[in-house]
């Protein structure tokens, strides 16, 4: 095993990517340190910090999220080209890592991007972290694009939402991958039938208020993933992660056939919201759990490698 690298590819889902703090925690706990760290949108913040050292800081910092510090996070912009501007979050990830570049990473990291205009699949292997990870996480209609180097980015997983090939084309030997887009497609719609609202509704009307510049008015359909309403109609949110589950269930399964890890690993997240990042302690622990379910199959696997 000592000559074998294994590579890691986190893969895209927002709120659900948290999971992905909680299966490295596990496959230490097993012994297995990854070799080569691949992540696309959620994946390539979580994979970045850890490339990086920076996972146990990352971690405390998610757990201590609120509702309220969430929306913190929201820099309502529709001029932006997204909801979302996404400045607030990739300022204070810059400054808990600080100006590292990918080259520099004591683990050797990528992240993926796509290209606005040609449609191209863009991999970030050196240069500034943060700019790869900013690339990496820019939903399409949520946050906005970002342009480097003269493109304009949007997040990757419109064209590899789980990045095998990545860490194969970086030397993998061995790659375990981290689905979070398996059984989405409709559940997003049944999980929005929650009651849990008690003293919420005085809140969004704050923030509405608060925001509804940026909006005119509209809080109510950008705060459905956070605070969700009693309307059984679905709001801006709500079609917007209908829609890319839908999008990433079926480019995830089409990729993962073509060029199939080697191990796959898939926590059950799919009653998650798109921006429930205030649930991370739930996520976390379903990473956890992920592993430990699979335990035995890991084991025997990595034993069965000459």
Known sequence: MKDIRIG????????????????????????????????CSAGAVVGGA???????TLEEWVRSLTRKAVIGFLDVSLLSGGVIAGERF????GEQIGNVHIETLP????????ELVTGR???????????????????????AP??????WLVDGGIVNPVPVSVCRAMGADVVIAVNLNSGLVGRHFEENQR??????????????????????????????????????RPGLFDVIAGSINIMQDRITRSRMAGDPPDLVLIPHLEHLGLLEFYRAEEAIEEGKNCVRREEFSIGEFLRGIP
């Not at 850890?50 to 146990?56: C, P, V």
């Not at 699949?121 to 946050?143: C, K, M, N, T």
């Not at 003293?199 to 359909?221: C, F, H, Q, T, W």
């Open 90 to 93: 990739i300022n204070f990830f």
């Open 107 to 114: 683990v050797p990291f990528a992240s993926v991007a796509t």
């Open 121 to 143: 699949e863009v991999w970030f292997r050196s240069g500034p972290l943060v700019d790869a990870v900013r690339a990496s996480i820019s939903l399409p209609g949520v946050l």
């Open 50 to 56: 850890y490339a990086a050292g920076y996972l146990d």
């Open 195 to 232: 009651k849990d609202q008690r003293s919420e509704g005085p809140r969004v009307g704050y923030l509405a208020n608060r925001i509804k510049k940026g909006l005119k008015g509209g809080m109510d359909l950008v705060l459905s993933q956070v605070w969700r309403g009693e309307s059984n």
């Open 146 to 151: 970002v342009q480097i180097n003269g493109k």
């Open 8 to 39: 890691l590819a986190l893969g895209s889902g927002a709120a659900r990517g948290l999971a992905h703090i909680g299966i490295i925690k596990a496959l230490h706990d097993m012994g297995i340190r990854p070799d080569i760290v691949c992540g």
